[in-house]
């Protein structure tokens, strides 16, 4: 059996969030937008195949070409690979973010 948790006022989270729901119908339509952009998405998608692609195409590329049959080299090639794509994901995030804070600061300079 569960308990319900009281809030200050005396009612508790389920009635809350009924209460909550009620409102939203009310005002008449929801909101049915995408939560993540799908550009985010697709990029998320891209690092995705590009980390799983990436290192496993360095091991096989490096392995007879470079290497001549050393293992040993072309794992660590492609854990370096992997390192790559992983800092490269980070490096995108970032600037990513930073587009927006300063499109943020530029909106809010216009509305001055």
Do not use: C, W
Not at 16 to 35: C, F
């Amino acid at each position: 059996m569960t308990s319900r948790r009281i809030i200050s006022d005396g009612t508790t989270i389920s009635h809350r969030d009924e209460a909550h729901l009620s409102v939203q119908s009310a005002s008449g339509r929801s909101n049915i937008a995408p939560a993540v952009p799908a550009a985010v998405i697709y990029k998320l998608l891209g690092f995705t195949l590009a980390m799983i692609a990436g290192p496993i195409a360095t091991y096989y590329l490096t392995l007879n070409t470079i290497f001549r049959g050393s293992s040993t080299l072309a794992g660590g090639t492609a854990a370096v690979m992997a390192n790559v794509v992983l800092i490269a994901y980070v490096i995108v995030a970032m600037k990513e973010d930073q587009s927006e804070r300063l499109a943020e600061e530029e909106k809010a300079k216009k509305g001055e």
